[in-house]
Nanobody, 118 residues
């Protein structure tokens, strides 16, 4: 079992920045990748960014150059630095963790709201 707790969401103006955090606990030794999804009203859930244990990061085209994903393994925490925010980034952001074999399952945080005003 893995527990994930997000923090750092809020209301920000166009062009502003926020940093989201996702603290992991439990069977963290079994995690081989983590990332962030977002869910906006009326839209499909979108993978925003992911990062492997080795530090390889991937981003959605819509956030490349603006968002940075990182992990602090000593603190068992993942971050999403979001810069140059625009109203299209408004969504609930959810962190996830994927466990390696033999588990091959995913865990989710509760989500944190990000609202960008124009």
């Amino acid at each position: 079992q893995v527990q994930l707790v997000e923090s750092g969401g809020g209301l920000v103006q166009l062009g502003g920045s926020l940093r989201l955090s996702c603290a992991a606990s439990g069977s963290i030794f079994s995690i081989n990748a983590m990332g962030w999804y977002r869910q906006a009203p009326g839209k499909q859930r979108e993978l925003v960014a992911s990062i492997t244990n080795g530090g390889t990061a991937n981003y959605a085209d819509s956030v490349k150059g603006r968002f940075t994903i990182s992990r602090d393994n000593a603190k068992n925490t993942m971050y999403l630095q979001m810069n140059s925010l625009n109203p299209e980034d408004t969504a609930i952001y959810l962190c996830y963790a994927r466990r390696r074999a033999p588990y091959n399952d995913n865990y989710w945080g509760q989500g944190t709201q990000v609202t960008v005003s124009s």
